[in-house]
C-alpha cells in the first residue's frame, strides 16, 4: 500500500462522498477497479508533484497514471471535489482555522447595475 497523503480522519469524511462503483457484468467482468483511496493517492501525488500522469510511479500501488485521470474526471463529473471542498470548509471553520484577514474580495466578478453608471468618461475620444 504507498503512502497515504490522506489521513483517517479525512478519509472517513472523503470516502462518503464518492460514488459506488458500477455493478460489473458477470460474462465479461474485466480486471476489478483499484480501491478509491488508492486512486486518491495517486490523483494527489500527481497534482502536488507536478509530474506527467503517465510517470505516476507503478510502485505505489495507485494503478496507472491514466486510470488515476479517468477516475478524476468521473469524480468531477460525479459532483465529487464540490461537495469535498463544503465539506472542509464546514470542517475549516468549525475548527477556527479559517482566517477571513487574508480574504481578498474580487470586483471582476461583481455584476455591474446599469451598466456603471458614473464611471468616468473614456481616455480615447469616439470617432
Avoid: H
Avoid at 55 to 79: D, F, I, N, V
Amino acid at each position: 500500500m504507498p503512502r497515504q497523503l490522506v489521513d483517517d480522519a479525512l478519509w472517513s469524511a472523503i470516502e462518503p462522498l464518492i460514488p459506488p462503483p458500477k455493478r460489473r457484468r458477470k460474462r465479461y467482468p474485466g480486471r476489478k477497479p483499484l480501491e478509491n483511496r488508492q486512486m486518491l493517492t495517486g490523483i494527489l501525488f500527481v497534482l502536488l508533484s507536478g509530474i506527467p500522469w503517465e510517470m505516476l510511479p507503478q510502485e505505489m500501488g495507485c494503478g496507472s497514471g491514466m486510470t488515476c485521470w479517468r477516475r478524476l474526471r468521473a469524480w468531477q463529473k460525479a459532483g465529487v471535489w464540490d461537495r469535498l471542498r463544503e465539506v472542509l470548509l464546514v470542517k475549516l471553520r468549525e475548527a477556527g482555522k479559517i482566517d477571513f484577514a487574508r480574504v481578498i474580495a474580487d470586483p471582476s466578478a461583481t455584476r455591474a447595475v446599469n451598466r456603471g453608471a458614473g464611471r468616468d468618461r473614456p481616455i480615447a475620444g469616439s470617432q
